[in-house]
Each structure stands twice: as C-alpha cells, then as structure tokens.
C-alpha cells in the first residue's frame, strides 16, 4: 500500500474528524484538539496520506522541555491499519523532535495494549516506568467528617517537598518524571515553585500534593510525596480537597509500587496501568 507522509494542515481537520470521533468507547479527544495542535509552533501534526492524498492516519508530536519530546495520539483509519502508516508516523515525529533539540523522547500506552507495546518495542524504545492511573468520582459522601486535611503550601516548602521525593522510591520508580495528564517529562523543583504560586501545591501531615484542576468539575493530581504508612491518609486528604471544591472526579497519576497499588485499591479508585517507553536521541 502506498502512502506519503507530511506535516497537517488546517485543511485537513475536515477529513480527520470522522473517524476520530469515536475512537473509544467514550469518545476521542483528537477532533477538539487538532487545529489547536496545528496552530502550535511548538508541535506538529503528522499525516498519511492515501493515494487520492487524503489523510488517513495521524501521529502528534510537542515538546515538553528544551531537550524532551512527547508522541501521542496516534490514530490510523481503520481502513488502513498494519499498513506501516504508525511506524512513518513515528520516525517522522522523532526526526521533528531531533531537528530542535531533543536528546529523548517518550511515549505512553495502556499495559494491557499488547499490540501498541509490541509496535512501540520494534521501533527500538525501551520501557522507562510504570504508572497507575487512578480515578475516583467524588459526590457528597466521599468527604469524612471535619477540615479537609490539605491546606495550600507556602514556596518555603519547596526544598523539603522536593528533597523527600527525590530520595524516596516514589523518584526512583517513576525515573525523576512527574506526569502532566497523560504526558510525562522530567520533573524540577521549579514545578512546584509554579505550582505554589497558582495556589496547587498543598501540604498535610501526611505529604505533599501538586493538584490542579484542568476542568471545573474534576482535580487532577500531578505529582505527591508521601510515604507507606501515610499514603492512605494523603488520599483522603485528596477526596476531601476534590469534594470541597464540589469536583465530580478525582484522577491521580502515581508510580506503580505495590503500596502505592495497594492504597489506591483500599481507598476506592477504579485504576488503570500505564507504560512510559522513551527514546534516546
């Protein structure tokens, strides 16, 4: 099968959206975001083209930092699968990011996916970390009696926040990564500086919580320190803080350690794993 590979266009927006519309059960989020992604000088849109040279598959590649890279979103008509378009895709997006700086780049995908994570492997990445999404949904019971056990943490928290982490196994299996959604890159104590000066970094006893809520209704967790014994109590603190804010849901991004695994299956959450591959450029 034949095929040619280019940068997207405004123009083709009309001829993706069809069929990336309902990708997934739930959906897809690729129709409201691609013009936004082409439009971006910092990321690019990759396309196959079929032979009548409409578009027919599509990969997006951004970068996170100076030196790092991201892959996602990568969609192929169902027309046209096993047809090579995902590995074009793929080595044009790294080439992209090679052209600007990037010495790595780095993909995710759902562990039980066997056939993306073999496609992923062939091309030569290796797997960084594994991760555990987790969600809850929250409604007027979900909080316990009392304050909520989170407060907003002073910049002067900082340096402790981030010198506990780094030595804690949380840095160690995560690779010195803090996850932005579903996008990963190395974490810096500048994230939580940021994050205590928009008023989403918080402290309890129990640790500390970089916390933002990309929609009204639902609290994202970036990034947490904590330890064994009081990571039950962080997580409350968590559900209390999405429950005080009227938030319907609560998804956390955490390195799959077997407490970790363990406090969010006790505490409720309906979790998923991840695998972060990355790329040396």
Excluded at 158 to 181: E, P, Q
Aim: hydrophobic share 45%.
């Amino acid at each position: 099968m034949s095929f040619t590979v280019r940068m997207a266009r405004p123009e083709d927006v009309e001829h993706i959206v069809p069929w990336t519309t309902d990708t997934f059960d739930w959906g897809d989020y690729v129709p409201d975001r691609l013009p936004a992604w082409i439009e971006d000088p910092s990321s690019a849109v990759v396309v196959c083209l079929d032979e009548s040279e409409i578009p027919v598959a599509l990969a997006h590649a951004l970068l996170l930092s100076k030196t790092e890279a991201w892959l996602e979103a990568a969609r192929v008509h169902p027309d046209y699968k096993r047809s090579g378009m995902g590995s074009a895709m793929n080595h044009a997006g790294v080439a992209w990011a090679r052209e600007r700086g990037a010495k790595v780049v780095r993909l995710a995908t759902e562990a039980d996916n066997e056939a993306a994570r073999r496609q992923v492997e062939a091309l030569d990445y290796r797997q960084t970390s594994n991760w555990v999404h987790a969600r809850y949904e929250i409604g007027p019971g979900s909080a316990k009696p009392g304050k909520p056990g989170l407060r907003p943490a002073p910049p002067s928290d900082v340096d402790a926040a981030w010198m506990f982490w780094s030595t804690s196994n949380l840095a160690h299996d995560s690779r010195g990564l803090i996850a932005h959604g579903w996008r990963w890159r190395k974490a810096t104590p500048g994230d939580l500086a940021t994050a205590a000066g928009e008023g989403n970094f918080y402290q309890s006893p129990a640790g500390w919580v970089v916390a933002d809520a990309p929609e009204e209704d639902r609290i994202r967790t970036l990034w947490l320190a904590t330890t064994p014994e009081e990571a039950p109590w962080l997580l409350a603190d968590l559900i209390d803080l999405a429950s005080q804010k009227e938030a319907t849901e609560l998804t956390i991004m955490m390195p799959n350690i077997p407490w970790v695994a363990e406090a969010l299956s006790r505490s409720g959450a309906e979790s998923k794993e991840v695998v972060v591959y990355s790329l040396a450029l």
